[in-house]
């Protein structure tokens, strides 16, 4: 009989340690559980981020090309523009040139008039005061 209760007393004692030891586990279980979905939730948000950056940097880059191709753009609107106006002012400097040759001849032709009565006289002396 004693060996019964003994034996008994041991079934007993095993059977807590090993409910003590399946709960400690099925925290731990728990616990990882948790930590797990909390990895897996900061993996798809750190995904989603990496996705939004990579969307934006392909938008930077085609924004980066359109630049490059509107300054081309405009580098050839501005050169036309300069040339433009160098065409411009040869075009004024020639016309210049006609209209200076055409009154200077012009002026040659004209008459002289000589000034009307005689010369003033020449006595006058400067303004002093006294």
Do not use: W
Request: net charge negative.
């Amino acid at each position: 009989k004693e060996a019964e209760i003994k034996h008994k007393d041991f079934c007993v004692d095993e059977f807590n340690t090993n409910q003590l030891q399946t709960e400690n586990k099925e925290r731990e279980k728990q616990d990882l559980i948790a930590k797990i979905e909390d990895l897996e939730m900061t993996i798809k948000a750190l995904t989603e981020a990496i996705d939004n950056l990579k969307a934006e940097i392909a938008e930077m880059q085609v924004q980066l090309k359109r630049a490059g191709e509107d300054r081309e753009s405009q580098n050839k609107d501005f050169q036309m523009t300069v040339s433009d106006q160098r065409e411009t002012q040869k075009l004024l400097k020639a016309a210049l040139n006609f209209l200076k040759d055409f009154y200077e001849k012009k002026a040659s032709f004209m008459q002289k008039q000589e000034p009307a009565g005689p010369p003033p006289p020449a006595g006058f002396e400067t303004y002093k005061n006294n």
